[in-house]
């Protein structure tokens, strides 16, 4: 699977942007940064967005992708994710009074310019050529992690969360076909007061959700959502976990898992 990195920050400063991963070139994991960062052909090129939960820093990019891609002669894209992360950006996002309901707008091809696909948890589903498993993690507002697997080889997402041990159990079960791990870590530790309030993780609890994984378990650690301010103290506090090879994406990097 191919994953290039569009936004891998929790927050936005000049070159750091709000979270999105492409995978594929065809499907989005969250949306909190399209437009400022690929360029039109690409985005016309994408066919499903899986969305962890209704945030701005991870939806914020709809309204805009939305716009670019009306030109399509293709079906619309797909907003595959629990249904309260789905509810919330049909109600309070592109609702028609912040901006323009396009599951009610055509595009050149006469389909909605997107379609909205809530998905049950705890199951897996067929999205596409993706098997996706949504699970609840633990942040401040309903939201999911995700397991998605593409020929056999799987990649964990984690959502925004704090500790939360069902997605890591669900990781367990995948054994040596779980490839990656794209993780949140989103402030050092001399904030884990912050993080708990926020419901994110800081390295030392970042270590223990990783120590859920089985021993035998090495796929690739990914670590994304660091507040943008933050970037060089969790970098230095995550190098100093043993056992694991962790690194931080980068933004524009390209990852093959
Ligand atoms: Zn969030
Ligand atoms: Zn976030």
Not at 26 to 52: H, M, V, Y
Not at 67 to 75: G, H, L, P, R, W
Not at 91 to 103: A, G, K, R, Y
Not at 237 to 244: A, D, K
């Amino acid at each position: 699977m191919k994953i290039e990195v569009l936004g891998c920050h929790g927050g936005q400063l000049p070159g750091r942007n709000n979270t999105a991963l492409l995978l594929n070139n065809d499907t989005l994991i969250d949306a909190g940064t399209i437009a400022l960062t690929l360029g039109i052909e690409k985005q016309r090129k994408i066919r499903n967005a899986f969305i962890s939960h209704a945030h701005l820093d991870h939806t914020g990019a709809l309204p805009f992708f939305a716009v670019n891609i009306v030109s399509n002669k293709t079906e619309g894209v797909k907003i595959y994710g629990a249904k309260s992360a789905v509810d919330a950006v049909k109600t309070h996002l592109m609702n028609n009074v912040i901006w323009p309901d396009f599951t009610k707008i055509k595009n050149f091809g006469g389909n909605p310019v997107f379609e909205y696909k809530p998905l049950p948890v705890n199951k897996w589903i067929k999205a596409g050529e993706y098997k996706i498993k949504l699970i609840p993690v633990n942040h401040t507002v309903p939201t999911t992690g995700m397991l998605i697997g593409h020929k056999n080889r799987y990649l964990l997402y984690s959502g925004d969360t704090k500790e939360t041990s069902g997605i890591w159990k669900e990781a367990g079960k995948l054994g040596s076909k779980l490839k990656a791990v794209f993780v949140e870590t989103a402030f050092p530790d001399s904030l884990a007061f912050l993080g708990e309030a926020s419901g994110h993780l800081v390295p030392s609890t970042l270590k223990k959700q990783l120590d859920k994984l089985g021993p035998k378990q090495k796929p690739k650690i990914f670590v994304y959502h660091v507040k943008p301010e933050y970037v060089a103290q969790v970098k230095k506090e995550l190098s100093r976990i043993r056992g694991r090879k962790i690194r931080v994406l980068d933004e524009g990097g390209v990852y093959t898992v």
